[in-house]
């Protein structure tokens, strides 16, 4: 397994110019369930991490903190470009970095801004992604951390 910014900027290229990922989870039983959700990042930092804004108090967040272990996928509107990221996700209410990611375009969804306290801020962190390659016509590794995650299950 590897962990290099070489790979970190092979993913965030892959990913920069797509709005939205699909985060999917679990529900109780089973099923898997998938939210659109506007990534937040400007770039992929030292943490791995990709953020996203969601309701503190939604379904969603209560069953992440039961169950953290999430995909997100996204597709580019050409739809040349498909990629799958599988982390852990970790909902928290850190108000410095809420106020890093905030932007006009997230007050759309939390109108009282970046102090609403149903805001809380999403944290995947990325463990493994990969990408399809249409030309070879299978799924290439793009990133894997090495360090095991410290969020359990």
Do not use: C
Not at 66 to 84: C, F, I, R, T, W
Not at 96 to 115: D, M, T, V, Y
Not at 116 to 125: F, H, I, Q, R, S
């Amino acid at each position: 397994m590897k962990d290099t910014l070489k790979d970190k900027k092979a993913l965030w290229d892959k990913i920069k110019g797509i709005r939205f990922g699909m985060l999917t989870h679990r529900h109780p039983g089973g099923l898997l369930h998938s939210h659109p959700l506007a990534t937040q990042n400007q770039t992929l930092d030292d943490s791995s991490a990709l953020y996203f804004f969601i309701s503190g108090r939604s379904a969603m967040a209560t069953l992440l903190r039961e169950d953290a272990h999430v995909n997100v996928s996204y597709v580019s509107p050409e739809g040349e470009n498909y990629v799958s990221i599988a982390g852990v996700a970790h909902v928290t209410h850190d108000p410095q970095r809420i106020q890093q990611l905030w932007s006009p375009l997230a007050e759309e969804g939390f109108p009282k801004g970046p102090n609403d306290p149903d805001l809380a801020l999403l944290a995947v962190e990325i463990q493994h992604a990969q990408s399809w390659d249409a030309a070879r016509g299978r799924m290439m590794p793009l990133f894997e951390q090495a360090v095991a995650s410290s969020v359990a299950a």
